[in-house]
C-alpha cells in the first residue's frame, strides 16, 4: 500500500510547496493563496486514499477496482468517514501553520520592497537636494578604493560612518522608527509563536509536517479497526452498484 499511496503524498507536499511560495502573477496568487487550498489538498489526499486502503484490505492484489467503482468510493467519504476526524484535523493544522508561514514570508518580502524603495528616495533625495551628504557619502564609500586600500577591503572608521549616515537620515528614521519598530516586533511575535515546540498556538509549521506521517498512520489505524463496519457502510452507500474488476 505504500507504494500505491506514493503518487497521493507527492501530490500532497506539491501542494504544500505550491502554498507557500510566493508568486506575484494573478493566477497563482487566486489558486494558490486562498486559505481553503490546503484544506481542500489535504481532503482530496484521503479521498484517493481511501479506494487505496479499500483494496489493500480486500486482498486481491492481481485486480483493480474499476475508475468508476473508485469515483463511488470517493464519494462516500463524508458520509461514511473511513479515517475518522483525522483528515479534517489534519486539513486545519496545516491550514493554520501553514498560513502563518505564509504570512511571514510575505512580510520579509514587503520589508525587504520598503527598504530597497526607502534606500532609492533617500539617495535619490540626497544626491539631488542636498549636496553635502552627497559629498559624505561619496568619500565614505570611495575614498578607501581611491587610495588603493580596496584590495584590503578597507571599510570606514565605525564613528565616520555614524556621523555620516546620522547627517544624512536624520529626518527620515524619526517618521520611519515607529512604524518600523511595529512592523519588527510583529515579525518576532509571530516568530517566537512559531518555535514553540508544543505548537500551542497552532502556527508551527514544523511541528506540523513532522507529525504529518504519524497522523496519516493514524488514519489508516483507524480505518482498518473500523474496517468491517466501513465495508458494510460502503455497501449500502453503492446499493445496487456492484463491484466490477479489470485484469
Not at 479506494?51 to 470517493?74: G, R, V
Not at 522608527?177 to 509563536?193: H, K, Q, T
Request: glycine share 4%.
Amino acid at each position: 500500500m505504500a507504494v500505491l499511496s506514493k503518487g497521493p503524498i507527492e501530490d500532497l507536499y506539491r501542494h504544500i510547496r505550491n502554498y507557500i511560495q510566493l508568486n506575484t502573477t494573478s493566477d497563482s496568487l487566486q489558486s494558490h493563496s486562498n486559505p481553503e487550498y490546503i484544506a481542500n489538498s489535504v481532503m482530496s489526499f484521503f479521498m484517493e486514499l481511501f479506494p487505496l486502503a479499500y483494496h489493500h484490505l480486500a486482498q486481491i492484489a492481481d485486480k483493480d477496482f474499476t475508475q468508476s467503482y473508485k469515483e463511488c468510493l470517493k464519494k462516500s467519504m463524508d458520509t461514511i468517514s473511513p479515517f475518522g476526524d483525522t483528515p479534517k484535523q489534519v486539513a486545519k493544522a496545516l491550514s493554520k501553520s501553514l498560513e502563518a508561514t505564509r504570512m511571514l514570508l510575505e512580510a520579509f518580502r514587503i520589508g525587504t520592497e520598503v527598504l530597497n524603495t526607502t534606500d532609492s528616495i533617500l539617495m535619490d533625495e540626497n544626491t539631488k537636494g542636498n549636496t553635502q551628504c552627497h559629498d559624505a557619502l561619496l568619500r565614505m564609500t570611495y575614498c578607501p578604493k581611491c587610495q588603493g586600500l580596496w584590495k584590503k577591503e578597507a571599510k570606514p572608521c565605525s564613528g565616520y560612518c555614524l556621523n555620516v549616515l546620522r547627517g544624512c537620515l536624520t529626518k527620515y528614521v524619526a517618521e520611519l522608527d515607529l512604524p518600523w519598530n511595529g512592523y519588527v516586533e510583529g515579525i518576532e511575535s509571530l516568530l517566537n509563536a512559531m518555535k514553540k515546540p508544543d505548537n500551542e498556538a497552532g502556527v508551527n509549521v514544523d511541528f506540523v509536517i513532522k507529525h504529518l506521517e504519524n497522523d496519516i498512520s493514524t488514519a489508516i489505524m483507524t480505518y482498518m479497526a473500523a474496517s468491517k463496519n466501513i465495508d458494510s457502510k460502503v455497501s449500502v452507500f453503492l446499493l445496487e452498484i456492484t463491484t466490477s474488476w479489470t485484469y
